[in-house]
């Protein structure tokens, strides 16, 4: 059988390769079928038969292509080793730049290894943990608490991972932080600045819910006390504001309270879809639920909820206030209280949940 030229250079040249990686391709004769013998270590094989290459039924492109085919198949093999190697030896270098304490450096090498394909679950541990190590290590302005923990989540969901108490320590210093600014702003009174705080804790990934909880309950006792001191303070003020309410809203006075909720649910309506949830009214105030997506809604009507808690204070005939809470969240968007000096009730914006 004729065996062209092409096909002996090209196996010569395919043997050059696979000795290059320590394998062998078994010599073939023009007379004989070519066989391939692979071997790492010098033994042989069972052959593998590839006469359908020099067949002449084989089509001739066939012929032409199949070694070719077969070099890129053990060249993809190789590569994927290359890939492999190269992951151990941004592993390595990791390894000794965080001996050495260059923690940037140790990241960059990290995030390279993660990119190889078919980590072993042992390698893919070493690096995430790593990975979570340093960040926290190197912490803010680079990496933010929120950053840290997500990396370290990941890493902990890998069994064996040493992640887990640097979770704890991110978690306990983000609650302390947050648990500080709240107490610091309800001494001076900032209630926009406590309710801040509580809602830049609860999006925190490891925010306390029982913790975020205890903290609204504590910033609406102490918008209860801000208003009745208030009230106190400014009585003498706010009596000719009270009696220009009464002369506004005379009807007020005789509703029970069933009847004022049924009054302002109808006041709190837009194009026929009320904003309100919940009316829930007080000797001296009320508070209604507001479902978040009614936000944008009450946002725009402010002047409705303003002349809602006018009736308010015509109906207790005292300073009555309205809180507006968003359905949920535990905490209020807008606090209603009237002005002594506009003889009106005034809407205070607080920071949205």
Request: one cysteine or more; a positive charge; hydrophobic letters at 40%.
């Amino acid at each position: 059988m004729r065996i062209r030229p092409g096909y002996v250079r090209h196996t010569e040249r395919m043997r050059v390769v696979l000795r290059k990686h320590s394998l062998f391709l078994a010599s073939t004769s023009r007379a004989n079928s070519p066989s391939v013998n692979f071997n790492a270590k010098g033994g042989r094989v069972a052959p593998i038969k590839m006469n359908r290459l020099h067949s002449a039924a084989t089509p001739r492109l066939l012929r032409r292509c199949g070694l070719r085919f077969f070099a890129l198949a053990i060249a993809a093999i190789f590569a994927l080793g290359d890939f492999a190697g190269c992951a151990n030896n941004e592993l390595a270098a990791a390894q000794a730049q965080l001996q050495a304490g260059d923690l940037a450096a140790a990241h960059r090498s990290l995030v390279a290894a993660s990119r190889a394909p078919n980590l072993s679950h042992r390698d893919l541990r070493e690096i995430d943990d790593d990975l979570c190590f340093t960040e926290y290590r190197i912490g803010p302005p680079e990496y933010s608490i929120a950053r840290e923990r997500m990396t370290c989540s990941e890493a902990a969901k890998l069994s064996g991972s040493r992640s887990g108490p640097i979770i704890t320590e991110l978690d306990q210093r983000e609650h302390d932080a947050a648990a500080a600014d709240f107490a610091d702003a309800l001494k001076a009174g900032d209630l926009t600045r406590a309710e801040r705080t509580i809602i830049d804790y609860k999006h925190y990934p490891g925010a306390d819910a029982a913790a975020v909880t205890e903290w609204s309950h504590e910033l609406r006792q102490a918008a209860d006390r801000q208003f009745a001191l208030s009230s106190r303070r400014d009585r003498r003020r706010l009596t000719p504001a009270i009696a220009a309410m009464e002369r506004r809203y005379p009807r007020m006075k005789k509703m029970n309270d069933a009847a004022f909720a049924r009054w302002v649910m109808r006041k709190a309506t837009v194009d026929g879809e009320p904003m309100v949830s919940a009316v829930n009214v007080g000797h001296d105030g009320m508070r209604l639920n507001v479902a978040a997506r009614r936000l944008s809604d009450v946002r725009f009507n402010l002047n409705r909820f303003a002349r809602i808690n006018d009736a308010m204070v015509a109906r207790c005939q005292c300073d009555g206030h309205t809180t507006i809470d968003v359905a949920g969240s535990g905490l209020p968007a807008y606090l209603l209280r009237l002005d002594p000096e506009t003889r009106q009730s005034e809407v205070v914006v607080m920071p949205q949940p």
